[in-house]
C-alpha cells in the first residue's frame, strides 16, 4: 500500500461525457502527478501539481484539465470522452517539487463505450 | 531526458539471482537512473535510484558502469511476486522537467518456479 488513493476504481461511461477522477496524496506530500497508461502509448505523464500550482505539463489534452485543492487532493477531469481516451490513469505524489521517489496509486480504469 | 535501451523481456529462476540491463549511452553527468517496477497493471513501484555509484536497499542492487552508459538491476534472489515489468528511467533531478517521470516499454520479467 502506497498511501495515495484513488477513486473510483473502475469507471466505464460513454463517448461524449465528461468524469472526473479524484487522487488522494501520501499524508504530506505536496506534489501530485497523473499518468495514462492504454494499450498503444504505455505509462505518459499527464501534467504535475504542487501544493496547489501547476509545475510540469505533458502530452495532456485541451479536453483533460485537472487541479489540485488546498487540502492537496487532486482531480482530473476528461470531458468529450473519446474512445480512445479508455485507459489506466494513474496518479502518484512525492514530498516535494523534484522528489526522487514518485509513490503510486492503484489507479482508475476507465472504459469509454 | 536520456534515452533508455531494456530488452524486451527475461527470464529468471526463483531464488536465482535476476540481473536487467539498461543502455543509456547518451546520459548526461546530472542526469540520474532510476528503477520502477509494475506489477501486472498495479501502479509503478519504486525500487532504487542513482547518480554514479553503486547503490543497494532492501529490495534490490544498482550497478552503474565507471562510463555510465549502462546499468545493471539486480534483484539477489527473485521471487515469483517479482514477475513484473521493470522500466529504467534516466532523468535529471530538478530543473523545468520536475519530478516528470518518462517511461519507455520496460523489460517483462518472468519469475520461474
Known amino acids: 500500500d502506497s498511501g495515495v488513493t484513488q477513486t473510483p476504481k473502475h469507471l466505464i461511461t460513454a463517448t461524449g461525457q465528461r468524469v472526473t477522477l479524484r487522487c488522494s496524496p501520501r499524508?504530506?506530500?505536496?506534489?501530485v502527478y497523473w499518468y495514462q497508461q492504454s494499450l498503444d502509448q504505455g505509462l505518459q505523464f499527464l501534467i504535475q501539481y504542487y501544493n496547489g500550482e501547476e509545475r510540469a505539463k505533458g502530452n495532456i489534452l485541451e479536453r483533460f484539465s485537472a487541479q489540485q485543492f488546498p487540502d492537496l487532493h487532486s482531480e482530473l477531469n476528461l470531458s468529450s470522452l473519446e474512445l480512445g481516451d479508455s485507459a489506466l490513469y494513474f496518479c502518484?505524489?512525492?514530498?516535494?517539487?523534484?522528489?526522487?521517489?514518485?509513490?503510486f496509486g492503484p489507479g482508475t480504469r476507465l472504459t469509454v463505450l | 531526458d536520456a534515452k533508455t535501451t531494456q530488452p524486451p523481456s527475461m527470464d529468471c529462476a526463483e531464488g536465482r539471482a535476476a540481473n536487467l540491463p539498461c543502455n543509456h549511452s547518451?546520459?548526461?553527468?546530472?542526469?540520474?537512473v532510476y528503477w520502477y517496477r509494475q506489477i501486472h497493471s498495479q501502479g509503478p513501484q519504486y525500487i532504487i535510484h542513482g547518480l554514479k555509484n553503486n547503490e543497494t536497499n532492501e529490495m534490490a542492487s544498482l550497478i552503474i558502469t565507471e562510463d555510465r552508459k549502462s546499468s545493471t538491476l539486480i534483484l539477489p534472489h527473485a521471487t515469483l511476486r517479482d514477475t513484473a515489468v521493470y522500466y529504467c528511467i534516466v532523468r535529471v533531478a530538478g530543473g523545468t522537467s520536475y519530478g516528470k517521470l518518462t517511461f519507455g516499454q520496460g523489460t517483462i520479467l518472468t519469475v520461474h518456479p
Open positions: 502518484a505524489s512525492s514530498a516535494t517539487l523534484v522528489a526522487d521517489t514518485q509513490y
Open positions: 547518451t546520459i548526461s553527468g546530472n542526469e540520474y
Open positions: 499524508s504530506g506530500d505536496l506534489s
